[in-house]
């Protein structure tokens, strides 16, 4: 027995697709942020180490993100990321946030952040 009915305080809640995908839905639509929930979860530990280990973290939105340039970039194939990715390169860690910006198609709700000068870190920053 529930005590109440369901309540969450976003636009959207997070389901896991038909494929495995982990994805965010509003009830109209659905767009996966990443190809399993395991990736998501990479994603989220990728993040703590990232923002942990960098002396500099940069956060650009909206048309900016389309100026990034991910020249010399590799994926971090462990994130599986759909629309939702990460890319390291060197001492820089960068994540790119497209899918909420997909889901409410509001292209100014993406971002990159950008985490700089990473030298010590984890192993799985460590490559």
Same mark, same amino acid.
């Given at each position: 027995?529930?005590?109440?009915?369901?309540?969450?305080?976003?636009?959207?809640?997070?389901?896991?697709?038909?494929?495995?995908?982990?994805?965010?839905?509003?009830?109209?639509?659905?767009?996966?942020?990443?190809?399993?929930?395991?990736?998501?979860?990479?994603?989220?530990? @990728?993040?703590?180490?990232? #923002?942990?280990? !960098?002396?500099?973290?940069?956060?650009?939105?909206? &048309? =900016?993100?389309?100026? %990034? $340039?991910?020249?010399?970039?590799?994926?971090?194939?462990?994130?599986?990321?759909?629309?939702?990715?990460?890319?390291?390169?060197?001492?820089?860690?960068?994540?790119?946030?497209?899918?909420?910006?997909? @889901?409410?198609?509001?292209? #100014?709700?993406? !971002?990159?952040?950008?985490?700089?000068?990473?030298? &010590? =870190?984890?192993?799985? %920053? $460590?490559?």
């Amino acid at each position: 027995m529930l005590a109440d009915t369901e309540r969450y305080s976003m636009d959207y809640g997070f389901v896991v697709g038909p494929g495995g995908e982990f994805a965010i839905e509003n009830g109209v639509s659905q767009v996966a942020l990443h190809r399993s929930v395991a990736g998501w979860i990479e994603a989220l530990a @990728l993040e703590w180490s990232a #923002a942990h280990c !960098s002396p500099r973290i940069v956060t650009i939105h909206g &048309e =900016a993100v389309d100026d %990034l $340039d991910l020249t010399g970039f590799e994926p971090f194939d462990e994130v599986a990321g759909v629309s939702d990715t990460w890319w390291r390169r060197g001492d820089t860690v960068v994540a790119v946030r497209c899918g909420e910006a997909l @889901l409410f198609g509001h292209p #100014a709700s993406r !971002s990159a952040t950008l985490y700089e000068g990473i030298v &010590e =870190a984890p192993i799985y %920053l $460590d490559y």
